[in-house]
């Protein structure tokens, strides 16, 4: 099993910036890809980011290509996504999301372990 926590979630001004924190526990993560998924109300859940195993490999969605940046500290078990330009359509809960395999996914049902998502809430 494998117990994923969002932090760093909040309230920003247009044009500003934060840093999602996906903090693991239990089983390692290690050596399976992550990704981030965002659900903004009325929504359905969508892609935003994925970081394979080692993170070498990151793919963004093209909605936030060139602001967003996903990375990982596998010694620390934690995924982070740096948002920046923040836009008041960036605002949503905010997903980590594992994958069983080390392979980037973009598919939300490619994806086995969640955790409880943290509200971003970007005013204009």
């Known amino acids: 099993q494998v117990q994923l926590v969002e932090s760093g979630g909040g309230l920003v001004q247009a044009g500003g910036s934060l840093r999602l924190s996906c903090a693991a526990s239990?089983?390692?993560?290690?050596?399976?890809?992550m990704g981030w998924f965002r659900q903004a109300p009325g929504n359905e859940r969508e892609f935003v980011a994925t970081?394979?195993?080692?993170?070498?490999?990151?793919y963004s969605a093209d909605s936030v290509k060139g602001r967003f940046t996903i990375s990982r500290d596998n010694a620390k078990k934690t995924v982070y996504l740096q948002m920046n330009s923040l836009k008041p359509e960036d605002t949503a809960v905010y997903y980590c999301?594992?994958?069983?395999?080390?392979?980037?996914?973009?598919?939300?049902?490619?994806?086995?372990?969640w955790g409880q998502g943290t509200q971003v809430t970007v005013s204009s």
């Open positions: 239990g089983r390692t993560i290690s050596s399976v890809a």
């Open positions: 999301a594992a994958r069983r395999s080390s392979v980037t996914a973009y598919d939300q049902d490619d994806y086995y372990y």
């Open positions: 970081i394979n195993w080692s993170g070498t490999t990151t």
